[in-house]
T-cell receptor, first 112, second 114 residues
Framework: SQELEQSPQSLIVQEGKNLTINCTSS?????LYWYKQKYGEGLIFLMM?????EEKSHEKITAKLDEKKQQSSLHITASQPSHAGIYLC????????????FGTGTRLQVTL | DADVTQTPRNRITKTGKRIMLECSQT?????MYWYRQDPGLGLRLIYY???????NKGEISDGYSVSRQAQAKFSLSLESAIPNQTALYFC?????????????FGPGTRLTVL
């Protein structure tokens, strides 16, 4: 079965600093999804990456997919308190778009 | 109004009781899912359904059952609740677009089994 490892597991950054979260798959990536979860709440879809080398941005968050490394990175520029939460990556383990496997998440705190 | 709703949002029950968690969606999606989230274990898939007549087991279906009453409704039942079923439960829906299956989640149900 596919496993998704996220690093770091937790992160504390000062407001205004940049940060990167990585998601590495044990198997071929057929598509990669990023979600954000506020503590104890539902997951909010951020973006999905479908092709190797693809890069997408939304506001101050940029995600990239490196198919060769079986890895995706999520970069936040000039972090704000509103960015705090748990970031989870999800992937399609079989390439059939039938279900997703999720990483265990990266907990982000942004200090003032 | 939220696209994916879950009821109840919180529930405390006792070992051996039967519990039903309900999920409704207004997104018009055919696909619906039930997950549980435990600290350190991430999200794990319990059951999923691609249409009203299609029900599939996920990786941790033992002790759970589901019912897809309509395209918009997908319920999860715990026939006889046990303490290790204490978790945060999420319902999700999705629609296959361009080969990608983006899932949209409800707000979650926090279940405690005493």
């Amino acid at each position: 079965s596919q496993e998704l490892e996220q690093s770091p597991q937790s992160l504390i950054v000062q407001e205004g600093k940049n940060l990167t979260i990585n998601c590495t798959s044990s198997k071929t990536l057929y598509g990669l999804y990023w979600y954000k979860q506020k503590y104890g709440e539902g997951l909010i879809f951020l973006m999905m990456l479908q092709k190797g080398g693809e890069e997408k941005s939304h506001e101050k968050i940029t995600a990239k997919l490196d198919e060769k490394k079986q890895q995706s990175s999520l970069h936040i520029t000039a972090s704000q308190p509103s960015h705090a939460g748990i970031y989870l990556c999800g992937a399609d383990p079989t390439g059939t778009a039938s279900k997703l496997t999720f990483g265990t998440g990266t907990r982000l705190q942004v200090t003032l | 109004d939220a696209d994916v709703t879950q009821t109840p949002r919180n529930r405390i029950t006792k070992t051996g009781k039967r519990i039903m968690l309900e999920c409704s969606q207004t997104k018009g999606h055919d696909r619906m899912y039930w997950y549980r989230q435990d600290p350190g274990l991430g999200l794990r898939l319990i059951y999923y359904s691609f249409d009203v007549k299609d029900i599939n087991k996920g990786e941790i279906s033992d002790g759970y059952s589901v019912s897809r009453q309509a395209q918009a409704k997908f319920s999860l039942s715990l026939e006889s609740a046990i303490p290790n079923q204490t978790a945060l439960y999420f319902c999700a829906t999705s629609d296959l677009i361009r080969g990608m299956d983006t899932q949209y989640f409800g707000p979650g149900t926090r279940l405690t089994v005493l």
